[in-house]
């Protein structure tokens, strides 16, 4: 109960600090919307030979992907924000009152997670036009998946910012682990044009098994088997990553 | 209100492999404290001397390696939420967000306190006008003073009246006015009940502010007591002797003044200058005049004050704090 309230209170002081802040919303709107309308029309031509006749078909498979991307990194860069508040005396702050340290990574991770939706439902009207049809209820599980691999990227890069001791450190770390991350899931072309061995490496990665689950629910395909393996991989390693980063926060102390 | 016994904490070194020193810092070696009601009490020490890091330690941002701690009836050890909640702590640097304004940060501190909405607003309204911050209380935090800053700080430290307040150099960098008026916060907080424990490295701060002092160094008190009674132990009164520049003039001054009978304590002070303790130093500036004069050595300037606490650090350390 208390969690939940000094959750909600740090949730609803990082929204008003975000709407503050209006140009990262520009950014966020904005860039998706290049990747749509920049990069999809290519993907249809790629996709062709696979049986991707329509500017529909190829949606299916690049929408699920650019909203992965989104996560991976929009996610993993969270960090710099708590290293900025840490800098600030902020988060000691707020440690020294009887608040929940839970709720000080909780109520940050939840209002990355509400951005993300919030671009990913923008980027899912954007695509309606160009024919991307997906049924609600698919769609809600895909946002559940969605909205886990959020907090899940979130939680790892403030644990991240508590390890690493400055911002100059930050970024070439988060980017050498985004990288391989978003190529691994096949976010921007789909891994069964990958050779063999690639495909296999994949496997290991749980963005892997998001992004085969989010494109399932994309088509139209909610018994695949897919589904149900991409929630519990990414609820694992969501509960996982909150886990380790809350016992980071806890312990590391500055 | 606050004992501690032996409050230690090392930290571990980053480079010790070049240097060969010892592979840790102690930044807090054995403290022991007990600051009553109602008190100001003052940590008053150099650079390094440990004051953040035991304010941290019974703010309970830092686990102590090793003592014992209590604090408004609260043991630090195996209660720190019991401590939080009777505590207030404002860091050295503050924390406020540039983009909210101080209402809206009081706010929350209340809220994060424990306070429903309606009573944070109430005690955010309540802590604008006791710290006078309606002028600009309503601005965001990257728009103010240095010296407003430190007023918001404060604020925010006691919005949920502790029992307790640790407040970190609460006046470092700030104008005289400033400072004066932060002083007397400090002390109207004091009157409303609430214990104030204050670090500084201002020696008239910690005389004029505070009723008693701790005098740390490496991570030891070494001297505590009323700033009167401290200054009281240095017996009589400090010349501080100004020579003509010259090769090694403070040398020869003072191998000539040491065996003069009424000098306590001398000490040399840089190249031409010396700090005298001795019993009367009205009766006693003529003598030493005429004993400089003698062995060919001009004094430049000549001053007689009282002890203050730098003489207290400097009989105890050999070290001066202004210099330090
Ligand atoms: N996180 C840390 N890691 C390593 N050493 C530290 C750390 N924090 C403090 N120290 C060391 O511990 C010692 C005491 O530091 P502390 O900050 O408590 O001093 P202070 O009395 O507050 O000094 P100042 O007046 O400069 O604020 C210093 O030698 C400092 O370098
Ligand atoms: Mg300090």
């Known amino acids: 109960m208390k969690l939940a309230r000094d959750t909600w209170l740090v949730f609803q002081r990082q929204v008003l600090l975000m709407i503050r802040t209006p140009i990262w919303i520009a950014v966020g709107i904005i860039q998706p919307v290049f990747y749509l309308l920049l990069f999809a029309p290519l993907l249809k031509k790629v996709l062709a030979p696979d049986g991707a006749g329509s500017y529909a078909d190829a949606y299916q498979v690049y929408v699920p992907g650019l909203l992965a991307v989104l996560c991976i990194f929009g996610g993993l860069f969270t960090g710099f924000s708590l290293l900025g508040e840490l800098k ?24 990355e997670m509400v951005a993300l939706l919030v671009q990913a439902v923008l980027i899912t009207l954007i695509a309606l036009p160009f024919g991307l049809r997906v049924s609600p209820l698919n769609l809600l599980l895909a946002y559940l998946l969605l909205g886990l691999l ?24 988060v980017n050498t682990i985004a990288q391989p991350i978003a190529l691994l899931s096949g976010v921007l072309l789909p891994l069964t044009l990958a050779p063999h061995w690639l495909q296999q490496t994949a496997r290991w ?25 991409g929630l519990l991989v990414v609820v694992v390693m969501t509960v996982l990553s909150v886990y380790w980063s809350a016992r980071l926060f806890s312990t590391r102390v500055r | 209100m606050i004992e501690t016994t032996g409050l230690r904490k090392s930290y571990r070194k980053k480079t010790s492999r070049k240097s060969g020193e010892s592979p840790t810092v ?11 009601a109602g008190e100001i009490y003052g940590f008053l020490g150099p650079n390094g001397a440990g004051k953040t890091t035991t304010l941290r330690m019974l703010a309970t941002l830092i686990r102590p ?46 809220r994060m306190y424990g306070a429903a909405k309606a009573r944070a607003v109430q005690a955010a309204e309540g802590a604008l006008k006791a710290f006078d911050l309606a002028d600009f209380g309503d601005r965001p935090c990257a728009t103010y003073s240095g010296g407003q800053r430190r007023r ?49 490295h201002y020696l008239d701060e910690a005389d004029a502010l505070c009723d008693r ?25 400090v010349v501080l002797v100004g020579l003509e520049p010259g090769e090694g003039v403070a040398k020869r001054a003072a191998e000539v003044l040491r065996p003069q009978p009424y000098l306590h304590r001398l000490e ?57």
Request: negative net charge; glycine residues 12%.
């Open chain 1, 205 to 229: 990665n749980p963005f892997y098994w998001a992004v085969e689950g989010m494109r399932a629910l994309f088509s139209g395909h909610v018994g695949d088997s897919s589904v149900w393996q």
């Open chain 1, 150 to 173: 959020a907090l899940m990227t979130s939680a790892i890069s403030f644990g991240i910012a508590l390890m690493v001791p400055t911002d100059a450190a930050m970024a070439p770390v």
């Open chain 2, 26 to 36: 102690d930044a807090v070696r054995g403290i022991d404290l007990s600051v009553s």
């Open chain 2, 152 to 200: 918001v700080d404060i604020a925010l430290g006691v919005i949920h009246e502790p029992r307790v307040l640790f407040l970190d150099e609460p006046t470092v960098g700030l104008d005289p006015a400033s400072r004066a008026y932060v002083w007397e916060e400090i002390r109207r907080l004091r009157t409303e009940g609430m214990t104030v424990v204050v670090t500084t």
């Open chain 2, 65 to 110: 390696d090793g003592g014992r701690a209590g604090i408004a009836g609260a043991d630090l050890f195996t209660d720190p939420a019991g401590v939080r909640r009777r505590i207030g702590y404002v860091a050295q640097g503050g924390g406020t967000t540039d983009t909210v304004s101080a209402r809206e940060e009081l706010v929350l501190q209340a």
């Open chain 2, 268 to 324: 040399v002070q840089g190249e031409d200058g010396l700090r005298l303790y001795l019993e009367d130093g009205a009766a006693a500036i003529p003598q030493l005049l005429r004993a400089l004069d003698g062995a060919g050595v001009t004094p430049g300037t000549v001053r007689l004050q009282r002890p203050s606490l730098d003489d207290v650090f400097l009989a105890r350390t050999g070290r001066s704090l202004q210099q330090s």
């Open chain 1, 88 to 111: 600030a005396g902020i988060i000691e702050r707020s440690r020294v009152t009887p608040v929940s340290r839970l709720a000080l990574l909780l109520g940050r991770a939840l209002r």
């Open chain 2, 213 to 237: 002092v701790a005098i740390v160094d490496h991570g030891q008190v070494v001297a505590e007591g009323t700033p009167e009674a401290l200054k009281r132990e240095i017996s009589g009164d």
